[in-house]
């Protein structure tokens, strides 16, 4: 492996690297706005006591 070889693979490295923590916040944002819109789901199927029928079907399902 020449010298150069090896700089490519470590600037390669600390790209994949960074790349990775990019992608780990992206995740963990993700999974925050999944959260907040369960809990927005639930705040608005509560206050609503669940779904209206639909009157297309005459209120069947």
């Known amino acids: 492996m020449t010298d150069e ?8 490295n600390a790209y994949l690297k960074q790349r990775n923590a990019q992608l780990q916040n992206d995740v963990t944002s ?3 706005q999944v959260l907040r819109m369960q809990q927005e789901l ?3 199927s509560g ?14 399902s």
């Open 47 to 60: 206050r609503h006591g669940g779904w209206a029928p639909n009157p297309l079907t005459g209120g069947q």
């Open 42 to 44: 639930e705040r608005l």
């Open 30 to 32: 993700l999974g925050g």
């Open 5 to 12: 070889d090896a700089q490519a693979m470590r600037r390669e």
